[in-house]
């Protein structure tokens, strides 16, 4: 029959055709040859064939490495088997089970781009084990290669890569059974860049709070996206197992973790001497829930001792607390120089939910963060250890309302007054919706530690219309001075904490101001000298809570 085909074929072709034909060397059909692969290969080389195409079953007898000349395409249905290696150089083109379950293939560079796990005897029913198939497939890749999961498949047992590869769920449903670590990416302790990608489909172990779907290790340049992960023990969790080692560069694009006790999870390993590095970490949109998770306090982001974020980029990263007990991050490492965005949402039932968590290590500094926060936290901060907040940022506060009233529980909380917390240049925003009287409340903290802590609330007017010599502003930001008669003023009183900031508007000229005069705070204007005011001017004024003085800042 293929002897009438390419007679059919020649007889069609016009006379100048066949004056340069040759005899084919491009194609060769196995079955025509030999049943053992090792011959076959051979033979099919020796005549000059370039195209070698296996439509029956094919067993090797000793190992066997295919020629870069040469393409093996598979028929559907045929499998090539044997407990040896076979070496695959040139092009080649699988079909579902295509290979047998003894056989070691490894592919050359310039044999495939991806590899596909049905050509390795994968079930892909969801149902049966397949971890077989994954891990066959895995030692037959070369760097740089793609494995595409081509169907929903299930896994009892989990897979280490350790050179770079790009791992494609090809959009599946993905189910791991153990209690370890699904996918395990490491360069073998070498600090290195290893700019692998994990992406496009869905990660669910069976067991809730079971396992972790993804464990990076001593590598760079990670990238996860467009992924599911649902249910696990640990959603992600970046590790080292050297003391001072760094996995760095990691990058989120498109994630979305819900339902596991730890969202993402930066392992500390217990070391106490050098700082774990973590950094230059991009969250290009992850977004984590605690919905389904069954700890009893579950986290979004949990963060060890002796570990740091270093100029890492949130844009966003978002958690969303929906399990009673939630803290949403936290912290018992460094985050110096983060940027970007850290968006809380609350949509529990519960009041025990806290946005932001510190540990005794704690270092939060020099940052550039905006917290988003959304809903009725319990806590916002609580800084409930020996640590150190500083410059860091609030952006919009959204809250809920309650039956029309604005909610009263957000606060930032210190656990133990003996062992020094520090605030230093918190800003917590400025917003129209911020008030920091009833929305930020500073519990237990002791006075000495709210060192240049900023206050930004929403713009509440109070008026001295009398003949008062101080005004108690503890809810104010714009004092309006519209005097009955002429006045000597000593003292803002009641300030809202420290940096609370003060605008002073004189609607006549009936007060003067009295630097340094009277009982504390006192007022200490920039010349030193007392001023009377005149309609329409403006001061503004800052609060020092150390000195326990307004001082003039701008007029």
Known sequence: ?????????????????????????????????????????????????????????????ADVSVPYTMTISMVAGAEIDGGYTLTVNGPFIGSKGCFGATLAPVFGRNSVTEVLLSWYGATQDGSADDSDALEMAKDSMFEGCTLVLDGNSLFNTGVEFTNQIILDFGGNDITYTGAGIFIHMSTGGSITDHPSRIENGTLTSDTIGNGTAIQIDQSSGIQLERLRILSFNKGVELTTAVDGGRCESTMFLGVTMRGCNYGLYLDGSGYATTIISYGQTRFLGLNISTNGADAAVPYGVYQEANTSLYRSYFAPLTIWSESDGTICFYTDGSWNGIYGELGFEHQATGTNDTALKTGANAALLNGDLNFNITGTFNTFIDHGAAGTLTGIKTGNVNRA???????????????????????????????????????????????????????????????????????????????????????????????ISNGHILTVVFLNGNTTLKDATGAAPTINMKDDTDYTGAANINIQFRYDLTDNKWYEIGR
């Open 401 to 495: 309302r309650k039956s029309g009233v604005l909610s009263s529980i957000y606060k930032i909380y210190d656990t133990d007054l003996t062992t020094g917390r520090v605030f230093h240049d918190l800003d917590l925003g400025d917003n129209p919706r911020f008030r920091s009287d009833d929305v930020f409340k500073f519990e237990n903290i002791a006075d000495t530690n709210l060192a240049a802590v900023e206050i930004s609330p929403q713009t509440r007017n109070a008026a001295a219309t009398g003949t008062e010599t101080t005004y108690d502003v503890s809810n104010a930001t714009v004092l309006k001075f519209s005097q009955s008669g002429a006045t000597d003023f000593t003292s803002f009183t009641s300030p």
């Open 1 to 61: 029959m293929k002897r009438l085909l390419l007679a059919t074929i020649l007889c069609l072709l016009p006379a100048y055709a066949l004056a340069s034909y040759s005899p084919p060397n491009n194609l060769r059909y196995a079955s025509n040859i030999s049943s053992n692969m090792g011959t076959a290969i051979s033979t099919a080389t020796l005549q000059g064939y370039e195209n070698l195409v296996i439509d029956q079953d094919m067993t090797l007898t």
